[in-house]
């Protein structure tokens, strides 16, 4: 299986695709919740720039709760050190506008002082259905299979919107890549 490990700080995201995937519909089962998003200089901006929903955020299923059996593969796949995971359920009309993110619990929990070390990869858990959107360093994604990744380094700018009538899921994987390996 191959692994995801960067080796260039040239590319800003990079694609992938896990070419056979071991899950169904798990992930509909966790017992999501919902936090605020947690960068409050972003929620401002938003506001002021006109958006007016009352949260921004999906709900999430991470690392503070139990570890589903299946999440073992993805650490094969993304061997990573610091491996941390969160699936992230976004119901329709969720739209998390353009961002970077702080990886505030994740830095804070293993004394990261500088983000570009952290990198984060989004697996997609269903095919694309309409009006699912993602958005990352400026590029539109829609369209994906189960299975799909995206991953980024650091501070790269990304939004995600749920504009269709099912729930969009991924699995967000977050860490610090081992050096000098390209990803695969
Ligand atoms: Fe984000």
């Given at each position: 299986m191959a692994t995801a490990v960067p080796d260039t700080q040239a590319e800003q995201v990079i694609h992938g695709r896990i070419p056979a995937v071991w899950w169904t519909h798990e992930h509909r089962d966790l017992s999501y919740t919902n936090e605020e998003f947690n960068d409050r200089l972003s929620v401002s901006l938003w506001r002021a720039a006109g958006?007016?929903?009352l949260k921004f955020t999906g709900d999430m299923y991470d690392m503070r709760r139990q570890e589903p059996v299946w999440v073992t593969p993805f650490r094969k796949i993304f061997d990573w050190d610091l491996f941390s995971w969160s699936f992230y359920r976004m119901g329709p009309g969720t739209v998390l506008p353009n961002h970077g993110d702080t990886y505030a619990r994740f830095c804070g929990i293993h004394g990261i002082t500088d983000i570009q070390r952290v990198y984060r990869a989004v697996v997609f858990l269903e095919p694309w259905a309409g009006g699912h959107y993602a958005e990352y360093d400026g590029q539109p994604l829609v369209?994906?299979?189960?299975g799909d990744w995206v991953a980024w380094r650091g501070d790269t700018l990304h939004a995600a919107a749920n504009v269709g009538f099912t729930d969009r899921y991924t699995l967000q994987i977050t860490g610090v890549p081992r050096a000098n390996s390209l990803i695969q």
């Amino acid at each position: 299986m191959a692994t995801a490990v960067p080796d260039t700080q040239a590319e800003q995201v990079i694609h992938g695709r896990i070419p056979a995937v071991w899950w169904t519909h798990e992930h509909r089962d966790l017992s999501y919740t919902n936090e605020e998003f947690n960068d409050r200089l972003s929620v401002s901006l938003w506001r002021a720039a006109g958006f007016t929903q009352l949260k921004f955020t999906g709900d999430m299923y991470d690392m503070r709760r139990q570890e589903p059996v299946w999440v073992t593969p993805f650490r094969k796949i993304f061997d990573w050190d610091l491996f941390s995971w969160s699936f992230y359920r976004m119901g329709p009309g969720t739209v998390l506008p353009n961002h970077g993110d702080t990886y505030a619990r994740f830095c804070g929990i293993h004394g990261i002082t500088d983000i570009q070390r952290v990198y984060r990869a989004v697996v997609f858990l269903e095919p694309w259905a309409g009006g699912h959107y993602a958005e990352y360093d400026g590029q539109p994604l829609v369209q994906w299979q189960r299975g799909d990744w995206v991953a980024w380094r650091g501070d790269t700018l990304h939004a995600a919107a749920n504009v269709g009538f099912t729930d969009r899921y991924t699995l967000q994987i977050t860490g610090v890549p081992r050096a000098n390996s390209l990803i695969q």
